[in-house]
T-cell receptor, first 111, second 115 residues
Framework: GQNIDQPTEMTATEGAIVQINCTYQTSGFNGLFWYQQHAGEAPTFLSYNVLDGLEEKGRFSSFLSRSKGYSYLLLKELQMKDSASYLCAVFFSGGYNKLIFGAGTRLAVHP | DTEVTQTPKHLVMGMTNKKSLKCEQHMGHRAMYWYKQKAKKPPELMFVYSYEKLSINESVPSRFSPECPNSSLLNLHLHALQPEDSALYLC??????????????FGSGTRLTVV
């Protein structure tokens, strides 16, 4: 398996910054995705890292280090609606497409 | 149209029933996927279709039978399921090689209960 690890649960305060980490023991993948999923709903695309470094999109940023087998999602100015699961997923493409998810991190944002 | 539409949204079926889940997209995506998601678990890949051909079957039991009638439609035929097959079944689509501003587009899923 790809052994994609994330913390199971995190809590944070409205207006704060939170970093959700993802570590993996796999190689040869094309890129790494972050998805948000509210309970009972479809996952929605947040970010995609192909190269090492930081990708910034508004309140959300994602970082990838292939040499360290590590990624993180940074959420700034937290809002109550950010309470959701955050899924790290590695993407393989070599004549086929394969997206493999980590276990996900459930984030609870409190007032 | 930037959506993946799944029907039905909810399905309750007996272990001897035959039913089908349907998925439709009109984004011109040439790759489509079935995922299974149990409560508080991540989505698990079941099948991948690329250009209407089955390219990946993740050792899924034969009681699940996928079908891709054309580039816009993906079905999942269900027969003789077990209660442990109860889950949220998610369909997704993507360009053949997703770019950073596309990713996979997921449908809202079919919540299946096997009784």
């Amino acid at each position: 398996g790809q052994n994609i690890d994330q913390p199971t649960e995190m809590t944070a305060t409205e207006g704060a910054i939170v970093q959700i980490n993802c570590t993996y023991q796999t190689s040869g993948f094309n890129g790494l995705f972050w998805y948000q999923q509210h309970a009972g709903e479809a996952p929605t695309f947040l970010s995609y890292n192909v190269l090492d470094g930081l990708e910034e999109k508004g309140r959300f940023s994602s970082f990838l280090s292939r040499s360290k087998g590590y990624s993180y999602l940074l959420l700034k100015e937290l809002q109550m609606k950010d309470s959701a699961s955050y899924l790290c997923a590695v993407f393989f493409s070599g004549g086929y497409n394969k997206l493999i998810f980590g276990a996900g991190t459930r984030l609870a944002v409190h007032p | 149209d930037t959506e993946v539409t799944q029907t039905p949204k909810h399905l309750v079926m007996g272990m001897t029933n035959k039913k089908s889940l349907k998925c439709e997209q009109h984004m011109g995506h040439r790759a489509m996927y079935w995922y299974k998601q149990k409560a508080k678990k991540p989505p698990e890949l079941m099948f991948v279709y690329s250009y209407e051909k089955l390219s990946i079957n993740e050792s899924v039991p034969s009681r699940f039978s996928p079908e891709c009638p054309n580039s816009s439609l993906l079905n999942l035929h269900l027969h003789a399921l077990q209660p442990e097959d109860s889950a949220l079944y998610l369909c997704a689509s993507s360009q053949d090689r997703p770019a950073n501003n596309y990713g996979y587009t997921f449908g809202s899923g079919t919540r299946l209960t096997v009784v």
